[in-house]
């Protein structure tokens, strides 16, 4: 009535099937290479956040002075 189209790995065949991809993912990346990439998203995220940041002010201020019809900051 049902069949059975694979048996499910039992703890140490899994352990077999782990250990050759966790050998190379540790041999290719290192812990330089994580705290660089760290380093470069917080290096692009700070200036990138505080643009946006400055961008929403001007639209502010131009759209107060428009409104209100004198500039404050």
Known sequence: MYTI???EPV???LTSMITPIITEITGAVS???V???LGKGVAF???FFLAIYGVRKI???AQ???RN???RV
């Open 35 to 37: 705290v660089t990439l």
């Open 64 to 66: 107060s002075a428009i």
């Open 11 to 13: 703890a140490g065949e």
């Open 45 to 47: 995220g700070i200036p």
């Open 59 to 61: 639209v502010q201020i």
């Open 5 to 7: 189209l694979a048996a």
């Open 69 to 71: 019809g004198s500039i």
């Open 31 to 33: 812990a330089t290479d």
